[in-house]
């Protein structure tokens, strides 16, 4: 059984209230080129509704490094990328608390990193997700 799967991405919906250079409302929706099977090993994320949480993990495929080359396999923290905590169901599946939007530049310690709180798009997700 694979535990990976390759998508292409036909369309990115952002947020509608999302305006660049501003740095909020910076959250999109990607749609796929065909549906996306789950198994015991590929699940869907959850979606946090709120609460406390004191440990979350920021992961992605971006640069390794500033200023250099992108990865090609799942590094920690990525603008785009989720910001999760493992999810009280269970060990395998994780809620996404955020999105990674900004911070320092890649490859630097010490600096802080900003995200997109879910919780306050969850209901313009599933107003895309389930119309």
């Known amino acids: 059984m694979e535990t990976w799967q390759i998508y292409n991405v036909l369309a990115a919906i952002p947020h509608p209230e999302f305006k660049p250079p501003s ?12 549906w996306i099977p789950f198994s015991p090993v590929v699940l869907p994320a959850c979606l ?24 090609d396999t799942l590094q920690t923290g990525d603008s785009g ?3 999760q ?5 269970s060990s ?17 310690a010490g ?7 879910v919780e306050y798009y969850v209901p313009w997700i599933e107003s895309i997700v389930w119309p």
């Open 23 to 34: 740095k909020y409302h910076d959250i999109a929706l990607l749609v796929s080129d065909k």
């Open 48 to 71: 946090s509704t709120g609460g406390a949480q004191d440990q979350a993990y920021a992961t992605g495929w971006g640069a390794t490094g500033h200023r250099e080359a992108l990865a």
């Open 81 to 83: 990328g989720p910001l």
């Open 85 to 89: 905590v493992r999810s009280e169901i």
């Open 92 to 108: 395998c599946v994780h809620t996404v608390i955020g999105v990674t939007s900004h911070g320092k530049p890649c490859g630097f």
């Open 111 to 117: 600096g802080s990193g900003v995200y997109t709180r």
